[in-house]
Structure formats: C-alpha cells, structure tokens
C-alpha cells in the first residue's frame, strides 16, 4: 500500500491536507504523523503548514524532526506547501531573521508594501496576498501534469521565496512583484499556494504527486 506521510508539527491546515490526500488517493494510507521512523519508513512525504518560520523550525527541532526530513528529501517524493515551501530556502527575514533548512538556495522576504500596486490603475494592494491567483508555469513537471498554464490556485501568505538558482524555479506569480510560487528539484517540488484549498486544480497536482515517483 502506496503511504503518504503529512508532517504533524502543530502549526497549518493539517487535517485539510489529509483529506484532499485521502480523496484523490482512496486507496492510499494517509498518517499525520511527528514521529521521524514513521516519515522515513513512508513512501512519500508532504511538508505542510501555515504560520511563522520561527515557530515552524523551532517546532521540527523539538520534534527532532530536522534529520528525517533531510533525509526523506534525498530519498522519496517530498511535497511542500506554503510554509513548506519557504521552509526549505536558506533564510527568510521574518522574526527579525530565521535560518531554513537550507536545501534551496535562496531567500524569503516580506512583500514590500511601496510596491504593492495594482498594474494599470495603481491600487494599493494588501499584504497578506490571500485569495485566487494565476500559477505562470516556467518549467515543466510531471506534477503539472492536466493543469493549464495560468490555472489558479488559493494563496495564503505574507513573506514570498525568491529562489537563488533559477533552474529551481518551476512557477512564478505577479501580485505587485513577481515571485516564486513553485520550486524544486529531483524528488523535491513545493508550493507557495495551498492545492488543499484549489479545487480541481489543486487536487490534480495531489493526485499527480501521488503517482509521481520522484524524477522529473
């Protein structure tokens, strides 16, 4: 039985993403779960969450969760989502400055209010970005398998990834600035969006990773 761990580290929209998991996967086993033999005994892992990236990664070493993730990484289908997503760059400025796993060159930074403007009639735009946007694929993968080119998806953020190495990029979305919105690499592919919350789109790319097997 194909089984997909979610990290369990107290903080996001947990339950949410199991259920979207166990909808497009029936017959997948589907466990939140915090204990580190449980993730690296999975076939593939999700990585989700909401919240600050302080508490994120304080809570994963609490958890001595860190090494099992890492690992997990090199060796199955990983999927981020939101937090899950800004967690893996090398720091974000949140919290005054908070280190990353460091498995994605890059940075996470605060949508700089001077430039949140709507295109055309100058509006201010509000921070945090939430709600529907377009997803403008860079790169193709096999987990934007069935889903258009500039599909939307539901955004919950207020800090955004700018990705260092740009062949990691695998999406990008204008809201005042442009960001990274998806990334990756080999097994690793994450998203600033939430596919739990995108409705048909969102549960494709679950079902895609659910049959991914990790290449690109």
């Not at 580290?9 to 998991?21: E, F, H, I, Q, T």
């Not at 076939?43 to 989700?48: A, G, K, L, S």
């Not at 592919?189 to 739990?196: G, I």
Request: glycine share 10%; proline share 4%.
């Amino acid at each position: 039985m194909n089984t997909i761990a979610v990290i369990d580290y107290g903080m996001g929209n947990l339950r949410s993403v199991c259920k979207a998991l166990e909808h497009v996967a029936p017959r997948a086993r589907v466990m939140l779960t915090s204990d580190s033999d449980a993730l690296v005994r999975a076939d593939r892992v999700v990585f989700p969450g909401q919240g600050a990236i302080g508490g994120c990664i304080a809570e994963l070493d609490r958890l001595s969760l860190r090494a099992a993730i890492l690992q997990v990484m090199d060796t199955k289908p990983f999927l981020g989502i939101c937090l899950g997503l800004q967690a893996l760059f090398d720091r974000s400025e949140e919290g005054g400055g908070t280190d990353g796993l460091g498995v994605l060159p890059g940075r996470v930074s605060l949508f700089p209010r001077e430039q949140m403007r709507e295109p055309g009639d100058n509006r201010a735009l509000k921070v945090p970005h939430m709600g529907w946007n377009q997803v403008c694929q860079v790169a193709a993968h096999p987990l934007w398998r069935g889903i258009a080119q500039g599909a939307r998806f539901y955004f919950v953020h207020s800090y955004y990834a700018e990705a260092a190495n740009r062949g990691q990029v695998m999406a990008v979305t204008e809201y005042g600035i442009r960001f990274t919105s998806a990334a990756g690499r080999e097994n690793i592919f994450a998203v600033q969006f939430h596919p739990e919350k995108s409705q048909q789109a969102g549960l494709r790319l679950l079902e895609n990773f659910v049959s991914w097997d990790g290449s690109a």
